[in-house]
């Protein structure tokens, strides 16, 4: 359902509503995720084709490869109150490094 969320997001440029704009619904038959859209009430775009969605595959997952690094770096950056004092015993240049460090760890992708 992930890859179809970011087909939709992919294809309409933004980040929908999915509770109101497009709901989606995933049927389990023999055990296979079957998810498809259920409603359509985007008004920017008309409801797309399967053809449609699956020409932006390589950009759904580009989108969730740089949702992962996100998650990746936000982790390591730590809290607010942990940068914070990072930057208080460190010095604000010692944090631009750390930051610098670890996007180069977790990069993104071009999208």
Not at 34 to 49: L, M
Not at 97 to 105: G, L
Not at 106 to 111: C, I, N
Request: aromatic letters at 8%; hydrophobic letters at 30%.
């Amino acid at each position: 359902m992930n890859n179809l969320s970011n087909k939709i997001k992919a294809y309409l440029g933004r980040t929908p509503d999915f509770l109101k704009e497009v709901k989606l619904q995933d049927d389990i038959i023999n055990g296979v995720s079957n998810p498809y859209i259920k409603e359509w009430n985007a008004t920017d775009k008309p409801k797309p084709t399967d053809e449609q969605l699956d020409a932006l595959s390589s950009q759904a997952t580009t989108l969730e490869n740089n949702a992962i690094a996100l998650a990746n770096r936000q982790k390591e950056y730590g809290s607010i109150a942990e940068q914070l004092e990072y930057i208080t015993e460190n010095g604000l240049n010692a944090w631009q490094t750390k930051v610098q460090t670890i996007k180069t760890k977790y990069p993104k992708e071009s999208e």
